[in-house]
């Protein structure tokens, strides 16, 4: 066997070669790939034998066993960079060691099913991506420890505790308001006007209060941060 008959069977379709320009039906031609994938690769290898899966595709060559392990691997690492790419300002596409690793071919469906169907709609407009705060958080761990530059001019440390429940974070938003617009109103008042904006309950006036004033004694930094805020925004204005 000659190496021109060697190249063949190493690529038998062909080396891989970008269009220039790449147009939105590329990608939906590849996402149509993608999602055939499965149910092609399964009616290629469904039924043959022990000795047809060891069987290598050339000389030298990987066996069709393994080629469908190393083809699992392969869209297990596909999946986390598309994860990076969907969940990081700047991700860096790591790359891995190819080897022939047993992998079993049950999991390719799996995360294959869906994925076409989210790009195609991110495509088409109908998908905006994935909008939460874990992954907000995850993007900026990644970017802390690889882009620090870029982290430091994206994020502000914040020396004060902030509000972790959402009615909390109402509360202090309504009291920072009702301060700023009601500065010779009662102190008690507005606790109780801010508490009453931010939770629907039956508790007592007294227990309200009380809550009420632990917040503004447990966030009062952050509280401060807000009518600071407000006021720099003023002074922009003007």
Known sequence: MNATELEQLRYPIGKFTLPKPVTTAHFHEWIKVLEDFPKQLTKLVYGLTDEQLNTPYRPDGWT????????????????????????????VIKPYYEDNTRISNSSIGWFLKKGPLYFRNMLDGKEEGLKLPQLEKGTMIHEYILQPDEFWNDYTILEYEVPKVKQQKDFCDWYSIFKDTNPLEDDDKLLLDSYNKAYSNKLSEDAKLSIAKDFVLRY???????????SLEINILW
């Open 64 to 91: 069709i066993r393994q080629v469908v392990h190393h083809l699992a691997d392969s869209h297990h690492n596909s999946y986390i960079r598309f994860k990076w790419a969907l969940t990081e300002i700047k991700p």
């Open 220 to 230: 009062d930094e952050y509280i401060k941060s807000k009518s600071l805020k407000k």
